[in-house]
């Protein structure tokens, strides 16, 4: 029982990172048709701002004090960051070490602005061209961005710790009544998954309650039709991207102290969002959420040792096995609707 | 000639041509001038362009033909490799069995594989073929290590069997070779400055690509290749005629897996090791970029692609800051600066960047590749310039001319 409750936590938190980027992915495709295979690269631009912020806050300038000496008998310098000399010592520690979840603020216009700039920019010129074009594009596009952030940030994964607060691990075990030190789960991935709970509640609350929300929705079920009606629905469109962009940005930003952000992270993240997005039902936004916490919480199964003396290496490939099945007795997938992407 | 018509014999003897000169062709600059950075006729060079020709061409025959983009070919590429160091390490250093193990292999897996992705088309075939690659990677990293040697990659050992060679003497390492040629032996010929390296190991691969252009050349004509284009521009209506488009896919599956099985055997061949790399999905991206950078659907462009690419890749990935100085040492000094400075953005560590930003440009403005670039061109010398609209498209098929107004309608 602890054991299984501890596999189910384990998989919360990546199966919510699966859930977000999925969710951007159908977000794009319900609305423009378009497989944007540059959504990974989103996702690691948007863990690229939390390392990005956390750095501007410790830019720092050296003052000398003369009554105290370092080792070498000279008079000590000392590292102030501007921060902490504009906002106060209290203030600015506090911004230093809580850069990560300040970076949510940092990154949503910075993901808006990207998303915009791509769809603008280029795939705009891609809805009437072939789904084949469409994922060559962006995967170049993707290639492209990658290049860009390792010139910047160099090749080694840069570690963006959690603030200090949330840095220990909560004692599940012992809240539920089970023996303590059974099942440890750090704080942070609660707060993830906690987080993921609540951006997927807003999009989905934005989509079903607000005007806005209900014009995409028919644009989605009816491109022409809400055209004829006088809406100009490429502009909604073009901002549901930018939204896209900015959940799957944020899902970045909150997992840089998971994974210390490193820039093949968004190729490795977008294969598995793909198959989710496929396992949901492409077009289905509960289908891509259900479907990524399913293969996230699969995923942590199938590495319990118990598992693996059964089936060894089956954690590596379990998603996809999944991901075959599926598509072979559910062509649509989990919750796919009919006449999405079929010819 | 051959079972091809006039013109396709040209062609291919052209090819032939080209293939068989390459070592002098591309080798244009003289030893010790500045240029000579650009000369791509060294053997490993050689080798690749010859190789990733074939798994071009074989994944063209896929791709190109049905339409159906497979995002996991690199899954054979990386299969092939495998077997036919196995065969090298178990039964001889003689490369002819290790490579027909690789196809063989590397076939039986597309059969596998493909008879459950075919059952799917479009965006879901791609991801289906995607999760069948990342399954094997991740296999062969982890549960298949006694057969993949894991992280290290397959290597020759001492101790190997080879059953059919003789007891090594010494404590070196055999080489592959084709009954008793090695495959790293070279024979450098120098006229007028130029080196030219002529080594067993290209020729043999381009044998086997001319081999391997020639089937696909066959097959385009054949009234296979014929339902294979139907696939691709509409099964429904291939249906209605009473055709099955399934067993025709199919057999373009593994078709081209056995190309890639036989371009993984290759590369084995010229270098007995075989890592699970080969199968990484970036690998898979590369070939697409390969035939597509060259035009899919054509029959030159996957080897133009592949030639490109692998050329281009050696090449800008030698460039570094120095060269690039000794290039723009005539720029007054600011400017040069910041011209190196962009260049090397470009060359050397971010070759990728190049690759990216290709790829995107040609896909945008070149859907059909350098082949249909070329095309353009010469249809400019041809022709002149004249006005363009979009009637004059010579592709009656899909742009039929508008039918005249007749008056009274």
């Given at each position: 029982m602890e054991t299984i409750l501890l596999q189910l936590l384990n998989g919360l938190d990546k199966g919510s990172a699966y859930a977000l980027i999925a969710l951007g992915?159908?977000?794009?495709?319900?609305t423009l048709g378009v497989v944007n295979f540059a959504h990974g690269a989103i996702f690691m631009i948007g863990a690229f701002c939390a390392v990005t912020l956390s750095r501007i806050f410790s830019i720092s300038f050296e003052t000398v004090d003369p009554t105290k000496l370092d080792f070498l008998g000279n008079p000590a310098k000392i590292k102030t960051p501007y921060v902490e000399a504009w906002f106060g010592a209290d203030a600015g520690a506090w911004m230093i070490d809580w850069a990560v979840p300040l970076a949510i603020l940092f990154s949503i216009p910075i993901m808006i602005a990207v998303g915009w700039a791509m769809e603008r920019g280029l795939i705009k010129h891609f809805y009437k061209r072939p789904h084949a074009d469409q994922i060559l594009v962006t995967f170049g596009l993707a290639i492209v961005l990658q290049e860009i952030i390792k010139y910047f940030y160099g090749a080694n994964p840069i570690s963006t710790p959690a603030p200090d607060a949330f840095r220990g691990s909560f004692d599940f075990g012992a809240a539920l009544g089970f023996d303590p030190n059974v099942i440890i789960y750090p704080y942070w991935r609660l707060i993830y998954f906690g987080f993921a709970a609540v951006v997927i509640g807003a999009v989905f609350s934005f989509l079903r309650f607000t005007t806005f929300?209900?014009?995409?929705?028919?644009?989605?079920?009816?491109?022409?039709?809400?055209?004829?009606?006088g809406i100009n629905i490429d502009r909604k469109f073009t901002i549901m991207f930018g939204l896209a962009a900015a959940v799957a940005g944020m899902a970045g930003v909150m997992y840089a102290p998971i994974l210390s952000p490193n820039y093949h992270m968004g190729m490795d993240f977008l294969v598995l969002s793909f198959v989710v997005v496929v396992v949901g039902g492409m077009g289905s936004l509960p289908g891509a959420v259900a479907a990524g916490f399913l293969l996230g919480i699969l995923e942590s199964f199938s590495s319990m040792n118990e598992i693996k003396s059964i089936i060894p290496g089956i954690d590596q490939i379990i998603i996809y096995v999944v991901a075959i099945i599926i598509l072979l007795t559910r062509p649509r997938g989990l919750m796919g609707k009919k006449g999405v992407m079929e010819d | 000639m051959f079972g091809l018509n006039k013109k396709d014999t040209t062609f291919l003897l052209i090819v032939i041509g080209l293939t068989l000169f390459t070592p002098i062709l591309m080798q244009p600059f003289a030893e010790g001038s500045g240029l000579a950075q650009f000369n791509g006729g060294y053997p490993d060079l050689m080798q690749k362009v010859a190789i990733f020709g074939i798994f071009a061409?074989?994944?063209?025959?896929?791709?190109?033909?049905?339409?159906?983009?497979?995002?996991?070919?690199?899954a054979f590429l990386g299969i092939g490799s495998y077997s036919a160091v196995w065969m090298f390490k178990l039964l001889t250093m003689n490369v002819i069995p290790?490579?027909?193990?690789?196809?063989i292999v590397s076939g039986l897996f597309a059969a596998a594989i493909?008879?459950?992705s075919l059952r799917r088309s479009g965006i879901y075939f791609s991801i289906l073929t995607l999760a069948f690659a990342q399954m094997c990677y991740k296999m062969a990293y982890s549960v298949l290590t006694p057969l993949t040697n894991g992280e290290t990659g397959l290597q020759l050992a001492l101790d190997d069997p080879r059953i059919l060679d003789k007891a090594i003497e010494g404590s070196s390492l055999p080489v592959t070779n084709i009954f008793g040629l090695a495959m790293n032996s070279t024979y450098k010929l120098e006229v007028m400055n130029h080196v030219f390296t002529f080594s067993v190991g290209f020729y043999f691969c381009a044998v086997i690509a001319i081999l391997a252009f020639y089937?696909?050349?066959?097959?385009?004509?054949?009234?296979?290749?014929?339902?294979l284009r139907a696939v691709k521009s509409n099964q429904h209506r291939m249906n209605y005629t009473g055709l099955d488009p399934k067993p025709y896919t199919l057999a373009a599956f593994v078709i081209s897996g056995m190309y890639a099985g036989l371009a993984g055997g290759l590369l084995a061949a010229m270098d007995p090791l075989a890592g699970a790399d080969r199968m990484l999905w970036t690998a898979s991206g590369e070939v697409v970029i390969m035939t597509i950078l060259g035009g899919a659907g054509t029959l030159m462009g996957p080897v133009l692609g592949a030639g490109v690419i692998k050329y281009l890749e050696n090449i800008f990935s030698k460039i570094n800051e120095t060269v690039l100085h000794s290039w723009f040492h005539w720029l007054p000094d600011g400017i040069e600066d910041v011209v190196v400075w962009v260049f090397a953005?470009?060359?050397g560590e971010g070759w990728h960047l190049t690759l990216g930003v290709t790829f995107m440009l040609v896909v945008t403005f070149l859907p059909g590749g350098l082949i249909q670039g070329l095309g353009h061109i010469r249809d400019r010398f041809k022709n002149g310039k004249k006005k363009r609209d979009k009637y004059d498209d010579p592709d009656p098929d899909h742009h039929p001319a508008p039918t005249k107004r007749v008056a009274g309608e």
């Open positions: 992915l159908t977000l794009i495709f319900g929300g209900m014009v995409v929705r028919a644009g989605m079920a009816d491109r022409e039709t809400v055209g004829l009606l | 061409v074989g994944f063209n025959i896929l791709f190109g033909l049905t339409g159906y983009l497979s995002f996991g070919h690199a290790g490579i027909l193990l690789a196809m493909g008879y459950v089937v696909a050349i066959r097959l385009f004509r054949s009234p296979f290749g014929m339902m953005r470009f060359t």
